[in-house]
């Protein structure tokens, strides 16, 4: 079974930094490309990173540039999102994706999917 699991959620103040997780299981993450898109209460799910399947190649959105790192390990199966210089406007659950199909951060490109981790940014 194909799954995708997130870690390293939690509250921060703002200004600080948190590094999330993606690790899968049932399969390995080197054929995949592996995005991080996050979701705001009230708000579209966006994505805001990805990586190709060597690492070789980042994608950011604009909220995010400068500010957030992706990396992959797929020795250790897992993908990071190293997030610093955290903003209130971050707070969300964030979710990693993955697709053998295509490269970029629309979410339709997306076939698994994890079950997101908390990320609140409040003093």
């Known amino acids: 079974q194909l799954q995708l699991v997130e870690s390293g959620g939690g509250l921060v103040q703002p200004g600080g930094s948190l590094r999330l997780s993606c690790a899968a299981s049932?399969?390995?993450?080197?054929?995949?490309?592996i995005a991080w898109f996050r979701q705001a209460p009230g708000k579209e799910r966006e994505g805001i990173s990805c990586?190709?399947?060597?690492?070789?190649?980042?994608m950011y959105a604009d909220p995010v540039k400068g500010r957030f790192t992706i990396s992959r390990a797929n020795a250790k199966n897992t993908v990071y999102l190293q997030m610093n210089s955290l903003k209130p406007d971050d707070t969300a659950v964030y979710y990693c994706?993955?697709?053998?199909?295509?490269?970029?951060?629309?979410?339709?490109?997306?076939?698994?999917w994890g079950q997101g981790t908390q990320v609140t940014v409040s003093s």
């Open positions: 994706a993955a697709t053998a199909r295509a490269y970029g951060l629309r979410s339709d490109l997306y076939d698994h």
């Open positions: 049932g399969f390995t993450l080197d054929r995949y490309v």
């Open positions: 990586i190709s399947t060597s690492g070789g190649v980042t």
